[in-house]
């Protein structure tokens, strides 16, 4: 496994957080995701050999979202 920590930019509310958690959360090799509103932080732990980091990436921007 496989942790990570990406900065996004855009999210404000418990929908954004919601929206992240939710569809990154779905995606088969990612096991924990977790997102800090505060921070424009989201913490992740997945299976590199499962799902690529630009699999995620694309999850979240296709969510509205600005992965820096």
Known sequence: MQKIILTVNGMSCGHCVNAIE???????????VKVHLNEG???????????????IKETIDDQ???VV
Do not use: A, H, I, R
């Open 22 to 32: 939710g569809n990154v959360g779905k995606l088969n090799g990612v096991s924990q």
């Open 64 to 66: 509205g979202y600005d």
């Open 41 to 55: 932080k989201v913490e992740l732990e997945f299976n590199p050999e499962v799902v690529s980091l630009d699999t």
